[in-house]
């Protein structure tokens, strides 16, 4: 009698054929990009559920890629209970026992010398209706340097927040500053659910402090707000999902594509054709690279 294929089996070579322009690294490690990206993306903690153990329909893997038309896009999930792989989503901190994390990190930093237009198209296709769920993270941390996120985008209670690392009182510099949420217009997440969303999120960082501002479907949400960094930190991006474990409800679901980096010099300065990047000339992007790929909290 002829023997019929394994459907387990079909389905664990399917998942496995979606992730798409994933590389593995020697430690089962992937970096993630595509051909309209200007930046690469790393699992550098690991997943709560690896696409080598995505066997199941109902349960796919925290990152995976999928195809529409002819355009890849990156989903990342993330479940109740799905604990993050770095080191201090085990410890209860900030309102909660442990933290959820499907969450991906940028290969090298952003230049600080450097003005960053961040942009990005994401789809919230399913949750964000919980608490501080944050989909977009400039980060400072590094092995030697504690710093603090710089800035965060999430949802939070269903609406679009953002918070940013804000200037300490005094003058000293190696103060961390403190995360507070910036007032604006107010979107909620269930208005996003059927469209892509562009988010642009531009970071001058010749400035000091370093001055922020937030477009969202070409609607201006704040302009040059400023942001503290510690001399110490290495400003980078981190994008997926990443919020309070224990206490947010149900599954969420985030697709995105276009990610991408433009960058300028600061004024004054020459580079190139390099001039301060609009929505139709963008820069060039400005990375710097870092070998270190260790483990952020």
Known sequence: MRRLPNPKAILAAMLAMSVGQATTTSAGQRDYTDTDWTVTLHDNCG????????????????????????DRQLIFHLR??????????????HGAPFWERA??????ALD???RHRISLTAKFADGFIGRRETFLQIHGWTGDCPSAPLAMLQM??????????????????????????????????????????AIVLDL?????????????????????????????????IKLGIYRPGGINPGRSTLIVD?????????PGETLGTARRPTAAQPGPSAIVPITARSPSP
């Open 47 to 70: 997943l709560p559920v690896p696409s080598s153990r995505a066997v199941h329909a109902d349960r796919q893997g925290s990152v995976r890629w999928t195809t529409v038309g002819k």
């Open 80 to 93: 109740r209970g799905d604990r993050g792989r770095c080191r201090s989503d085990d410890r209860p901190r």
């Open 103 to 108: 969450e991906l990190r940028q290969i090298g």
């Open 112 to 114: 600080p010398l450097r």
């Open 156 to 197: 939070h209670r269903r609406a679009l927040r953002a918070t940013l690392l804000t200037v300490p009182p005094s003058s000293d510099a190696e103060r961390r500053g403190t995360l507070r949420p910036v007032p604006m217009d107010r979107i909620d997440v269930t208005d996003l659910r059927d469209s892509d969303t």
């Open 204 to 236: 001058d960082m010749t400035a000091r402090p370093y001055l922020a501002s937030l477009t969202v479907n070409g609607q201006t949400l704040f302009s040059e707000r400023p942001v503290h960094a510690v001399p110490c930190a290495v400003p980078r």
């Open 258 to 266: 276009d990610i991408r980096v433009d960058s300028t010099p600061p």
